[in-house]
């Protein structure tokens, strides 16, 4: 049996160099209510449905966006119709100066945009590190790159920093992963954000600490990797954040054991991992973001509100709400109320989330 993801061990791979003061909270002695509602909006990454600019949702999404309820938009399989749609969507939301427009966009199984949309197909991150050297497939995300950039995208939820491991049915079986060592991974995932970077595009790795050698798929349901989780799985996002090549850290939703004093928690809620292992232990200084909290995992655990508050009290900046479960064109409007009512109760400070919002607004590189 593996070792199970403890933070005590090995002083968490020996990355915590040494404690690190967590950044003091912003103290607002008098916060604007309209300020505090756009800040709230800022940590919204929200989806949307339909394929056109002309079409309702759409609009009323941009129009959200406008008004500060959410600062970024991201796209799913079925927002997905010609390369003139999505040029008229993104147009849209530029208009209502969106902060990110975000795509999956890594190759093989998973990307979102096609040949018929005007892109180049990629290979699988797997088949990638098999055929071309660390040059050549720097060469390729370039190609990717500029394709996202032209279109007006801001941000590739890539590249996978898992392990490859065959029998995995999310990672494995799908090929997401350029290898089953981390010098690997880290190789050809460095060359991925180097081509997105000389374009602006950002990107994020996924998904923390670690989904390669786990059995299950989270889509479905938590994954419970206490038992099945290797510290290998780890360094390439120490590695990545360490070279500054981490944008973004996007977690997956998996059920891990932070310390030998506890049963296990999922990573979605987890302040501990957020902030002990991750911002702590690894130093990371950029943004961290939910994987989507409308997926199985999450829903067999909390309802949609409990969920997000969670999300933040744990520390998460980016709040992924893909608005695909069943679609509202003012499910903004409904997150932003839930966290304006937790801060007015108490549970959620007005610091906390000033300096998400300072952090995102940021992150925009282009």
Excluded: C
């Excluded at 991750?278 to 200084?285: A, H, S, V």
């Amino acid at each position: 049996m593996q070792q199970p993801f403890l933070l005590s061990r090995r002083r968490a791979l020996q990355l915590a160099a040494g404690s690190l003061a967590a950044p003091a909270l912003i103290k607002a002695d008098i916060v604007n209510a309209a300020d505090l509602d756009r800040a709230i909006g800022r940590l919204i990454m929200i989806g949307f449905s339909g394929k056109s600019a002309k079409g309702r949702f759409a609009r009323s999404i941009a129009n959200h966006v406008a008004k500060g309820r959410a600062s970024s938009v991201v796209y799913l399989s079925g927002n997905i119709g010609s390369g003139r749609d999505v040029q008229g969507l993104n147009n849209l939301f530029h208009n209502a100066k969106v902060t990110h427009i975000a795509v999956d966009h890594e190759g093989g199984a998973v990307q979102r945009l096609r040949e018929k949309q005007g892109f180049t197909r990629l290979p699988s991150a797997l088949r990638v590190a098999q055929t071309r050297d660390v040059a050549g497939a720097e060469k390729l995300y370039g190609v990717a790159a500029r394709e996202l950039a032209k279109m007006g995208f801001t941000l590739n939820l890539g590249p996978v920093a898992d392990l490859h491991r065959a029998y995995n049915p999310v990672i494995g079986r799908n090929l997401r992963a350029y290898g089953a060592d981390a010098d690997t991974v880290v190789a050809y995932a460095a060359a991925f954000i180097r081509a997105h970077r000389r374009y602006g595009i950002n990107t994020s790795l996924k998904h923390f600490p670690g989904h390669g050698l786990s059995n299950k798929d989270s889509h479905n349901g938590f994954v419970d990797i206490r038992d099945s989780w290797d510290p290998e799985e780890l360094k390439p996002f120490s590695l990545l954040v360490r070279q500054g090549l981490a944008d973004m850290i996007m977690t997956g939703h998996l059920y891990v054991r932070i310390s030998q004093q506890d049963n296990g928690e999922l990573t979605t809620f987890s302040r501990t991992l957020i902030r002990d292992v991750l911002q702590r232990g690894l130093q990371f200084k950029g943004l961290t973001m939910t994987d989507d909290l409308d997926m199985g995992a999450v829903r067999k655990v909390a309802k949609p509100r409990e969920a997000v508050l969670r999300a933040v009290e744990a520390g998460y900046d980016l709040l992924l709400l893909s608005n695909s479960l069943k679609p509202d064109p003012d499910h903004p409007s409904e997150a932003v109320d839930w966290i304006r009512s937790a801060i007015r109760e108490g549970r959620i400070q007005e610091g906390r989330i000033f300096q998400s919002a300072d952090k995102i607004q940021r992150s925009r590189s282009t």
